[in-house]
């Protein structure tokens, strides 16, 4: 065991293996050396044995206390407070994006102000840094949840079918829609509707007029849904972590931002030892005064300057040859792009901005060819319209997404060959495939209008298809760190284009855009590459294994409840029609619409896009092929990203950062990148420092919108889709 013993003595470590006789530190006697070990002392601090994920033989892990787990639940707790009142009554979003800064802010506050108050305090011990990590993954696990990741997708679907100002003759959904949802699922009672979206008056009760027993059915039916999809994430991160983490050997990019916050092991208390390194304080300066100053302008505080420019005006491609490019391409420079494009293989970076120079080329040519003017031309969405740009995107996370999941579950048999357990090498499979099974089965119970082969059928392709394009997603983030995507591909988008609403009749579809709509509709805060951050967390900081993942289903099943109450409680409240518009007012009535327009088979067929998603699955395929044999070919990451169209305000900051590390890498070798890494991660810590700022000044001072915040790319904030 591995103890860290006071009252008096000096720190010493013990460390003790069978027939292993102790090592013994320097200035450590052997007469205090027994004396050491015969005493008891105040507290045990580490212990050791195997680990229990399939780590080397003799791997320790470090044991996490009790008060790091409750001070893990309660950080979740209130991150989820601050974020659903922030977002709701401020429209400012603490969460919107793969980086929570709620999460950084309070590990930040525990290193920089707990930790040194409890190393001075006697007989108390700091968190150290395992449990440091373990209280991150929690709270980055759970940032999303309040927001896209579930609640605010979940709460306002539940009381959108029955709304009686919404659900018109014109709009159809009484003909289209209602007849093939399950009622268990939604608020059904009109005036119930109407009292949420109104709010209560001043003297009505939260506990009494609130009509909690017409919610408890809808929600109790939609918790296992959502927990079932959890336990779905949950098994399929631990089948492919092994394969990305060890065989691999990805970087997992994001990680790298918590760890940079953290004093060394075996030193808790003191302060990080980057903030010990020059060129860190140059990166932060950088990214931290000039989006203090932007935002200085923008709110008035200054005068008669202008702001420092981050972007290239796609204007001066206006009355050029490129003019038809003038919505696609964009130049701008965000710190945190950058910064994590530096630390990338440049591999992943070089595949990011060159398939969107592809894509940008694409255009061009559809444009001279007569197709259209520009990129407006070519309508996708999150919901069901694709181009032939997010078609091929399309058919490319469908086909990379099969070939790591094939992938993966070769390296579980070549793993369970080699075990001395080879059951528990199958077990995350196993866990994988039961989850599906039960999510399967649920979504035929709630399917209540059709037959149970197509039941069957039709939720089992639509489980598919959402874990092909889920190991897509997590492979795009934790490949190439891009912490803001949403997907414009999806299973409507392909039922669309292979036309299921005409081979299956009326209303098949119905069911499904609801249960997507939950998770799948917007995913900037999907909790699956989450899931997989966190397990190289606990890799990395080799936490106690059932500890951690103890912390972290409690901490996720806490914040599901507490997010799903005071979202409840909020709107009625102040009413629901004055919460965020986007999620309360404007996507669940548009998703009712499209599963109008899908069952009543009203959208336009494209048959030009069943050839785009062959020719991105061909591609993808070919490419991982030739990649093989040919080290150079390109990575198709990028091409993946096809169907994420903000990629457009990132691909310039990983082109810079691109050139920048190549110039590195030839001129200086690894030792200068190693340098220079400090500046870089700086930018990012930077940045997520000014965002903090702002996002705090706009909450706390009732600020006009600065917009500066991590989600400032977004296109629309509050009306689009």
């Not at 169907?643 to 190549?662: D, G």
């Amino acid at each position: 065991m591995d103890v860290r013993l006071c009252a008096g003595y000096r720190t010493a470590r013990l460390i003790v293996g069978p027939g292993v006789r102790a090592a013994r530190e320097p200035n450590i006697t052997r007469e205090s050396e027994s004396r050491l070990r015969m005493e008891k002392p105040p507290y045990v601090r580490f212990g050791v044995g195997t680990s229990a994920d399939g780590g080397k033989p003799g791997k320790s892990e470090v044991r996490i206390g009790w008060v790091a787990v409750l001070a893990a639940l309660l950080l979740c707790i209130a991150q989820v407070l601050i974020t659903i009142y922030a977002n709701h009554r401020q429209d400012v979003r603490f969460t919107a994006t793969q980086i929570p800064v709620l999460a950084f802010l309070f590990l930040a506050g525990i290193v920089l102000l707990v930790n040194p108050i409890l190393r001075l305090l006697p007989r108390v011990r700091p968190f150290v840094r395992a449990e440091l990590l373990t209280i991150f993954a929690a709270l980055f696990v759970t940032g999303g949840i309040s927001v896209y990741g579930f609640v605010d997708q979940l709460i306002p679907i539940i009381t959108t079918p029955f709304n009686p100002k919404w659900n018109t003759p014109q709009r159809g959904w009484a003909q289209d829609v209602i007849p093939y949802l399950d009622r268990r699922l939604f608020l059904t009672n009109p005036q119930s509707v109407l009292q949420f979206r109104e709010g209560l008056d001043e003297t009505q009760s939260l506990w009494y007029d609130v009509p909690w027993g017409e919610w408890v059915g809808p929600l109790f039916h939609w918790l296992q849904f959502a927990f079932l999809i959890y336990a779905m994430f949950y098994f399929l991160s631990a089948v492919l972590y092994p394969q990305w983490a060890h065989r691999e050997k990805l970087i997992f990019p994001l990680t790298k931002l918590p760890e940079a916050l953290l004093p060394e092991e075996g030193r808790p208390g003191r302060a990080p030892s980057m903030f010990r390194q020059p060129l860190f304080w140059a990166g932060f300066a950088v990214s931290f005064l000039v989006l203090l100053w932007n935002g200085a302008v923008r709110e008035g505080w200054i005068h008669g300057l202008g702001q420092v420019p981050l972007s290239l005006n796609s204007g001066v491609f206006a009355g050029t040859f490129l003019k038809s490019i003038g919505n696609t391409f964009t130049f701008n420079l965000f710190f945190t792009a950058l910064g994590i494009a530096f630390l990338l293989p440049p591999q992943i970076t070089f595949s990011v901005w060159f398939y969107f120079l592809v894509h940008t080329l694409m255009i061009f040519l559809a444009c001279k060819a007569g197709f259209g003017v520009n990129e407006v031309d070519f309508p996708r969405n999150m919901r069901s319209v694709s181009n032939f740009i997010t078609a091929q995107g399309g058919g490319a996370m469908m086909v990379f997404g099969a070939a790591c999941l094939v992938k993966a579950l070769i390296g579980v048999r070549e793993t369970a060959r080699n075990a001395a357990a080879p059951r528990r090498a199958w077990t995350p499979v196993f866990g994988l495939a039961g989850s599906v099974f039960f999510l399967i089965w649920w979504m035929c119970a709630h399917f209540t209008h059709a037959t149970l082969p197509a039941r069957l059928w039709w939720s089992a392709l639509f489980v598919i298809v959402v874990l092909l394009m889920t190991i897509s997603l997590m492979r795009m983030v934790v490949e190439s760190g891009l912490f803001g995507f949403q997907a414009h591909t999806g299973p409507f988008h392909l039922a669309h284009i292979f036309r299921v609403n005409t081979a299956v009749g009326t209303g098949i579809l119905a069911p499904l855009v609801t249960f997507y709509a939950v998770f799948f509709y917007d995913v900037k805060t999907f909790l699956a590459p989450s899931l997989l951050n966190a397990e190289k967390l606990r890799d990395e900081s080799r936490a106690h294994v059932r500890r951690f993942h103890l912390t972290v289903i409690l901490a996720i099943v806490l914040s599901v409840l507490t997010a799903i109450v005071f979202s409840i409680c909020l709107a009625y409240r102040v009413g629901a029609q004055r919460m965020q518009p986007w999620f309360y007012t404007y996507m669940t009535p548009m998703l009712m619409d499209t599963a109008r327009d899908l069952s009543a088979g009203r959208q336009a067929w494209t048959p030009t896009n069943l050839v785009f998603v062959g020719i991105g699955g061909a591609w993808t395929a070919l490419s991982l092929v030739l990649r093989r044999f040919f080290f150079w070919f390109p990575h198709p990451i990028g091409y993946i990203i096809f169907a994420n169209p903000l990629t457009r305000y990132y691909w310039s900051s990983f082109f810079m950062a691109w050139v920048i590390k190549s110039f590195v890498l030839k001129y200086g070798g690894k030792n200068s990148f190693e340098k220079l890494k400090p500046f870089f991660i700086g930018l990012i810590l930077g940045e997520l420092a000014a965002v903090a700022f702002w996002v705090c000044a706009v909450w706390a001072f009732q600020l006009p919108r600065v917009g500066i915040d991590i989600d400032r790319h977004a296109p629309s904030r509050g009306t689009g889709g």
